[in-house]
C-alpha cells in the first residue's frame, strides 16, 4: 500500500492544474483496454490479477462477463443467462467466487460486486473475452433483466 500512495502522490503532485476534487476522476483509464495504464494501476490491480490466476477458466469467464452489467449485483437467474448455462451452474459459479472473496452474498439470490473489482473484471472482459463474447454476454443479460420486469 505504501507504493500506491507513493505513485498515487506523485501522479497528482506531477500535476498542478488538478484539483483533490477531480483527481480520482482523472486517475483512472481513458478506456477499457487503454494501453496507457498509469503507474499506480500496477500496484492496484496486481492483487486482483492475482486472485484471478487462480480460477478456473469457467470462473475466470463468469466474473468477467458478469461484471458487464451496469448494476453492481447479479441475480442468479440474469447470470444463468448471461454465461448461457443452467441457474444450478450459476448459482455453484457465482458461490464459488464469494468463496475466493470476488464477490458478496446479497439478499434474494442476488450477488454483488465491490466497485473496483467490478471495473477490473468489466476491463479485463473486453481485452480478453473480446467484442463479440462480450456483446452477446450482454445481449442475454438484458433479455433476462427484462423478462423479469414483465
Known amino acids: 500500500m505504501p507504493q500506491l500512495a507513493r505513485g498515487l502522490g506523485a501522479r497528482i503532485a506531477g500535476r498542478p492544474a488538478w484539483s483533490i476534487a477531480s483527481a480520482p476522476e482523472r486517475l483512472g483509464k481513458p478506456y477499457p483496454g487503454a494501453p496507457v495504464v498509469p503507474p499506480e494501476c500496477g500496484a492496484i490491480e496486481q492483487p486482483y490479477e492475482s486472485a484471478m490466476a487462480r480460477l478456473s477458466p469457467t470462473q475466470a469467464r463468469a466474473f468477467r462477463l458478469l461484471a458487464l452489467g451496469d448494476r453492481p449485483d447479479v441475480s442468479v437467474r440474469e447470470a444463468a443467462a448471461a454465461l448461457d448455462v443452467l441457474p444450478a451452474d450459476a448459482g455453484a459459479l457465482l458461490e464459488s467466487l464469494v468463496d475466493v472473496h470476488l464477490l458478496e452474498s446479497?439478499?434474494?439470490?442476488?450477488?454483488?460486486?465491490?466497485?473496483a473489482l467490478r471495473m477490473f473484471a468489466r476491463d479485463r472482459a473486453?481485452?480478453?473475452?473480446?467484442?463479440?463474447?462480450?456483446?452477446?454476454?450482454?445481449?442475454?443479460?438484458?433479455?433476462?433483466?427484462?423478462?423479469?420486469?414483465?
Request: no cysteine; aromatic share 8%.
Open 106 to 115: 446479497a439478499e434474494d439470490d442476488r450477488y454483488r460486486y465491490q466497485e
Open 126 to 150: 473486453f481485452v480478453l473475452d473480446g467484442p463479440a463474447a462480450t456483446q452477446a454476454a450482454l445481449t442475454r443479460l438484458v433479455r433476462a433483466h427484462s423478462a423479469m420486469l414483465t
